[in-house]
């Protein structure tokens, strides 16, 4: 445990952001699952959600939660999963 103010400020500013980044990890997770499922099934609204997952990987990487890469890999993925249906 930290013993100087400015450090147990800092835990606690760290833990608060990891908080934050887990909710918008867990969401994005949420998100590319309902597509993958949905994208066996029903191509047109699995297009309304890919808009959707997009907006999410966009704004995570926007946020420095995903990397710019990453974010691209994983958004030309999901169109190749879209297009292979």
Known sequence: M???RNAIKDLHQ???RHMHN???K???KKTAKSF???AKTD????KEILKALYKKIDKAAKRHVLHK????RRKSRF???LLSK
Request: aromatic share 0%; no cysteine; glycine share 0%.
């Open 2 to 4: 930290p013993q100087r």
């Open 43 to 46: 191509p047109n609204k699995a």
């Open 26 to 28: 867990t969401d994005l």
């Open 79 to 81: 169109a190749k999963l």
């Open 14 to 16: 760290n833990r608060a």
């Open 36 to 38: 993958v499922t949905t």
């Open 69 to 72: 890469n990453t974010a691209a």
């Open 22 to 24: 887990l909710d918008i």
